[in-house]
């Protein structure tokens, strides 16, 4: 029996829509609000909207680091990546485990020590006020930016796609909907829902890999699969030979510095550790979502490997995602990849909304603004803030929107470009703030000032093709950016360790005290079982690295 045609509010989009799909999606829509709602009612007497007061298990603490992670332009890339690179973007999700682990194991236990809510605070513990009301302001600009402008902007030029809908209206949909529970519930409402949104996304996303496997037919005929942009011996391997465009030593040597900022000294991301109600929980869901973080190159990139078989030819990678979809998956389940779509939007949203109200709140208004420091009022300006920032998002995605229009760039290029050339002097400061009690506050400062402007004028001078770094042929003379980035780490690096050298320590700073220290004086963490779980874990990548490297 054939469902009934799709309602005309439902209809134009680019997926074959049916009354059932749309019904799947309605029924997404409102079980988000309704549990959204339900934790909202239930922390409605919690002053703290920050942390969720620091409730957290670890289960809620895996799956909401795993959702915020995993966005649109996440899905759809990637799907296209595996069209027409195939395996090699597999590192960028099983190179993660080693940064939750330094993100559990050493930097949470730093950060549960000092009590901090935002990483500009840890910053103003270590280094003084100057880094302090630096790191506040890059805060906000990346987490408005790259997190809630640039994913709304994404999400709602795809839900327009999917749905037919006009482009801002999807863009102010999304914003509703990911802003009403996160202004009411905080962080518990965020990271409750971030757990459902993010079981929803593994099965709507295993859904189609499954499918997927079944029209390839064998694991003979899977092993056989060749990608248009990769030649056919590389189509599985995980590491890519020198000379080739992305080489294996860019992921050994650049993967890290992106990842130590991105994993360990992100607020968006960092504040899911943050919100557990110990350090063992945060530890717990730090290991669980490096387990999680297994899944993606599973359900995300393999449908587009075997769509280079299936579906030949398709001029677009960005396409090729949603035409998948479109040929194999039958009525409802069309319904639930939407879902799984906004599922993946609306959790990164509402992630960058509570982590801009976090920063700005506690770092801005109540340092400079505010003579009422009550928890009470300080929830009142963190939900006010959410909306404006909401507010300022839909702006920025429409300048978005503009600006790709006229630029012809591609907005996935220009994020990965932007996060590239953040990384390296945060990742240089917090990594010799935290190992080494020399580090002064001079060094510290002059490196994120000196080095994030180093760092994005050579990220827009080569996302741009600036004429000084181009050859005769027209072509950049820089390195790929990975390689670029761990570069001028350790540039930064050094630059820091010969000014703390020649500088002395200012009456501002707290020297923190030794990780051996932190463990002995704080809380409980892991015990054994727990590095049983990170050795298991670690023998798990190993064994998928070896088996896709030298057996497929």
């Known amino acids: 029996m054939h469902a009934l045609p799709l309602p005309l509010a439902f209809s134009g989009g680019e997926l074959d829509m049916t009354t059932l799909d749309a019904a799947v999606f309605v029924s997404y829509v409102v079980a988000l609000l309704a549990i959204g709602g339900w934790v909202s009612y239930r922390h409605r007497h919690s002053d703290d909207l920050f942390l969720g007061g620091r409730s957290m298990g670890w289960p809620n603490v895996g799956f909401s680091i795993f959702g915020t992670n995993i966005g649109p332009n996440f899905l759809i890339a990637t799907c296209g990546a595996g069209y027409t690179t195939g395996m090699v973007t597999a590192n960028f999700e099983w190179m993660a485990w080693v940064f939750l682990f330094l993100l559990g194991m050493v930097f949470v236990p730093f950060y549960m020590a000092t009590r901090i809510s935002t990483m500009p605070e840890f910053l103003k ?31 709602g030029s795809l839900l327009a796609q999917l749905m037919g809908w006009d482009e801002l209206t999807s863009i102010v949909a999304l914003a509703v909907i990911a802003t009403s529970f996160t202004v009411a519930g905080g962080l518990a409402a965020v990271m409750v829902t971030d757990s459902f949104q993010s079981v929803l996304m593994i099965i709507g996303s295993g859904t189609l890999a499954a499918v997927a496997l079944g029209e390839i037919g064998s694991f003979e005929a899977l092993r056989n699969v060749h990608v248009s942009g990769t030649p056919s011996e590389l189509t599985w391997k995980l590491f890519h030979p020198a000379g080739s465009e992305t080489p294996w030593y860019a992921f050994v040597l650049g993967y890290p510095v992106l990842s130590l900022w991105f994993w360990c000294s992100d607020q968006t991301i960092v504040q899911r550790a943050l919100g557990a109600r110990d350090l063992q929980q945060s530890q717990g869901g730090t290991l669980f979502c490096g387990f999680l973080k297994i899944l993606p190159p599973f359900i995300f990139l393999l449908p587009g490997i075997c769509a280079a078989v299936l579906m ?29 779509l906004v599922a993946a939007v609306v959790s990164t949203l509402n992630s960058g909304l509570n982590s801009f109200s976090t920063v700005y709140t506690l770092d801005v208004h109540q340092r400079w603004f505010s003579r009422d420091q009550s928890e009470r009022h300080a929830k009142t300006v963190g939900r006010v803030t959410t909306v404006l920032a909401a507010v300022m998002a839909v702006g920025i995605a429409q300048y978005l929107k503009h600006a790709q229009e006229t630029g012809g760039q591609s907005l996935f290029d220009l994020f990965q470009a932007i996060i590239g050339y953040m990384a390296p002097p945060v990742s240089a400061v917090f990594v010799l703030g935290i190992f080494w009690k020399r580090a002064t506050a001079t060094a510290a400062l002059v490196t994120l000032v000196a080095g994030s402007a180093l760092c994005l004028g050579i990220g827009i001078a080569d996302f741009n093709k600036a004429e000084f770094i181009l050859n005769d042929a027209g072509e950049s003379m820089l390195p790929h950016f990975l390689v670029l980035s761990f570069v001028l780490f350790c540039v930064l690096v050094a630059a820091m360790v010969a000014i703390s050298l020649g500088t002395n320590h200012d009456k501002t700073e707290t020297p923190l005290p030794s990780l051996r220290e932190t463990y002995a004086t704080g809380e409980r963490g892991l015990g054994p079982v727990g590095w049983l779980g990170w050795a298991a874990l670690a023998a798990c990548m190993a064994g998928l690295y070896g088996f896709f490297q030298f057996v497929m």
């Open 125 to 155: 513990k270590r280094f003084g006020p100057r880094c302090y009301t630096f790191m506040t302001f890059y805060a906000l600009l990346g987490t408005v930016v790259l997190w809630i402008g640039g994913t709304l902007f994404a999400g």
């Open 312 to 340: 030949p030819g398709i001029d677009d990678d960005k396409k090729v995602f949603l035409q998948m979809v479109n040929a194999y998956l039958g009525p409802g389940l069309k319904g639930l990849t939407v879902a799984v």
